[in-house]
């Protein structure tokens, strides 16, 4: 007998709060790519996926009622334009949906690890799940239309060796060794995250209202640039190609398609996924100059989101998170 009567701790509230959030903000974006999307292969991926997400807030919605907890405000219909002219080419909303997928893996296995009580469990083992088939479709999808970029090739060595020297570990002075196939592994998803991210953000910055929210996607642009061009410099040293870029997926118009508190969510959203990549890139990097590479465009990525939610607490766009009580608080205004 499943017990579903079993208070819901911190870490249970948090991930049905930012994953109910989360699905509120790409709910929008979804429907405008279905109504906007010309490709007759891509159009049911969008369609099946915005579907899965719309269960996926009623599903969240209904342990929040269960719960007693409040329903997050999130987003809705109000915070997109669905007539607006297309911003976006089909391969970026394929790339979107792929993004979304490999997103949701990262998400939902972590809250699936942090969650013990069953019903939770069973949800996020569900979206889990989904998620996957949503990036292996996408990723099919991409490789039938020749659009998907893979990582470089390495040449197979005669013979396993084993490292002599703690030079490996070195890349400021003398001889730098070339890339392990890790750290070329982690360079190109960084890489790939970029090209995302600052194809997303040219798109926003054309469309936003808000002057200051402008120039934060126009500032988002230039940092994606600076990591893309430090990456690049990683691939060409070890004579490796580096992946082509998707300005081009995105059109030249400036007609309103999503509100800025959506733009801006979603900004905030890709800054963390940043963090978390790099974070574990520095993890798995080997070589001394890569790791301090990594440290050092978190730290302006760090500056950057910090930016980012200030503009949305200016805003009042910020909804706030589930978090302790405070107890300080409560005894000096009793």
Not at 154 to 180: A, I
Request: with cysteine; proline share 4%.
């Amino acid at each position: 007998m499943k017990e579903h009567n079993i208070k819901l701790t911190a870490a249970e509230i948090g991930t049905l709060w930012s994953n109910y959030m989360q699905e509120s903000s790409t709910i929008p974006m979804l429907k405008y790519f279905s109504k906007k999307v010309e490709d007759s292969e891509i159009k049911p991926l969008i369609d099946k996926v915005l579907k899965i997400s719309m269960e996926h807030l009623d599903k969240l919605e209904s342990f929040f009622k269960q719960e007693n907890f409040p329903v997050p405000v999130g987003f809705s219909e109000k915070d997109v334009n669905l007539d607006a002219p297309r911003l976006f080419s089909d391969t970026f909303m394929l790339y979107f949906i792929r993004n979304m997928g490999k997103a949701g893996i990262a998400a939902h296995g972590m809250s699936f690890s942090f969650t013990a009580r069953e019903d939770i469990r069973e949800l996020f083992l569900k979206c889990l799940q989904e998620a996957t088939e949503i990036e292996d479709e996408a990723k099919n999808i991409m490789l039938s239309k020749g659009v998907f970029v893979r990582p470089p090739y390495l040449s197979s060595p005669q013979s396993v060796s084993f490292v002599e020297k703690e030079s490996f570990l070195r890349g400021w002075f003398g001889e730098r060794r070339t890339l392990t196939a890790e750290e070329i592994s982690h360079i190109f998803m960084n890489y790939q995250n970029n090209i995302y991210g600052r194809a997303l953000l040219i798109g926003f910055s054309q469309i936003a209202q808000d002057k200051k929210v402008k120039e934060y996607f126009l500032r988002g642009i230039d940092l994606a640039g600076n990591i893309l061009e430090t990456l690049k410099l990683l691939f060409e040293e070890s004579s490796l190609p580096s992946p082509m870029t998707w300005d081009t997926e995105v059109t030249d118009s400036t007609t309103y398609v999503f509100s800025d508190k959506l733009m801006l969510f979603n900004s905030t959203a890709l800054n963390a996924i940043s963090l978390g990549n790099m974070g574990g890139s520095v993890a798995l990097s080997m070589r001394r100059d890569l790791s301090t590479k990594y440290l050092n465009k978190m730290a302006k990525i760090g500056l950057y989101a910090e930016d980012g939610l200030e503009l949305m607490i200016n805003n009042r766009w910020f909804e706030r998170p589930p978090q302790a009580i405070d107890r300080a608080h409560l005894v000096e205004n009793n």
